[in-house]
């Protein structure tokens, strides 16, 4: 029986890890790094690089120490999803149906009956607004407040960056970040189940996978990267380019704390956190030359935030 459990969570586990893949939601979806090889051709002829083929499949890239900890992150981050994050979704379910029944409650039945059409495009706009909102405002509290800062660190301890290390990230911020998107699921899609007479179903959702689809396709798995992909200066205002993001990973502390957008650059625009590609000159990643010897292996990354606060407790 308990073999048979055990098979049985492998078995999801592995799932999970295919997904990276394999699924279109993802970043790392294989259509998508396919894809993603066009704009880095553009950029290769661009900054008039010798090798192609090295400027792709870098080494130390994707076989060095730290691509090596983003991909145990993965493996253990898997686990803690198939135990904990999947069977947390239900809350996401509960909360969209309780926030549907409150306001019944408070406005009455079919009050407002949005069409199919409006449901989706403004369903799509909410969720992704609303869901970068949340994304900005936790990766902000991860930045500010120094005990969530310290399980931070991990994704900023990566010296070398390819797609996968957008998945380096610490188990309890794993968690917090899934909470956070089971609220802001559970909050829209109750409201807009309520505002179309319960119209949300997986039709409705085709629209936030068409625009998923299109913003991951514009090189969104090129910001854990080398490759160096602007916007127009404009552009920059409205949505985090790659580069934008690897100027977040810079150890330079005049990059501290910016560009902490997901998708949007609105954010960062109206908080006074943004910096523009045009405004910076060489990215070097990491936390800095003091603590990166820190950071090294896979055991570190997991367990010095416990150490350090433990130590903070101390002191
Ligand atoms: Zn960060
Ligand atoms: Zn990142």
């Known amino acids: 029986m308990i073999l048979l ?4 969570f492998l078995l999801k586990c592995s799932d999970v890890l295919l997904q990276f893949l394999t699924t279109a939601s993802k970043r790392t979806y294989f259509v998508y790094m396919l894809s993603s090889l066009i704009l880095v051709y553009y950029v290769f002829r661009k900054e008039k690089r010798k090798s192609f083929l090295n400027y792709v499949l870098h080494k130390k890239v994707w076989i060095g120490k730290s691509a090596f900890v983003d991909y145990y992150f993965i493996l253990f981050n898997s686990t803690i999803k198939v135990l904990l994050i999947a069977p947390l979704f239900i809350y996401g379910l509960k909360l969209s149906f309780e926030t549907n029944e409150y306001l019944n409650h408070l406005f009455g039945y079919e009050a407002v009956q949005l069409s199919f059409t409006t449901t989706m495009i403004s369903y799509t706009i909410a969720l992704t607004i609303f869901g970068d909102f949340m994304t900005y405002i936790l990766h902000l509290a991860m930045h500010k407040i120094p005990i969530l800062w310290e399980f931070h660190k991990v994704h900023h301890s990566a010296t070398t960056m390819n797609p996968f290390t957008q998945y380096r990230i610490h188990p309890l911020e794993l968690i917090l970040n899934n909470l956070g998107s089971i609220f802001v699921f559970g909050i829209t899609t109750g409201v807009f189940d309520y505002l179309s007479g319960a119209q949300i179903s997986k039709w409705t959702f085709a629209g936030v996978t068409v625009f998923t ?3 991951n396709s514009w090189g969104a798995n090129l910001r854990h990267s080398h490759v160096r992909l602007r916007f127009y200066n404009f552009l920059e205002y409205l949505f985090i380019s790659p ?3 690897q100027v977040h990973h810079s150890d330079n502390p005049a990059h501290y704390d910016k560009n902490l957008g997901s998708k949007l650059a609105i954010w960062d625009w109206l908080f006074g956190t943004l910096v523009r590609s045009e405004q910076i000159k060489k990215v070097h990643f990491g936390l800095g030359k003091s603590e990166n010897p ?3 292996s896979f055991l570190q990354n997991l367990l010095n935030p416990f150490k ?6 101390k002191s």
Not at 5 to 8: A, L
Not at 308 to 313: E, F, K, S, Y
Request: charged letters at 15%.
């Open 308 to 313: 350090n606060l433990l130590g903070i407790r």
């Open 294 to 296: 820190k950071y090294t």
């Open 213 to 215: 689809l299109i913003f």
């Open 243 to 245: 580069l934008q993001h």
């Open 5 to 8: 459990n055990i098979q049985d």
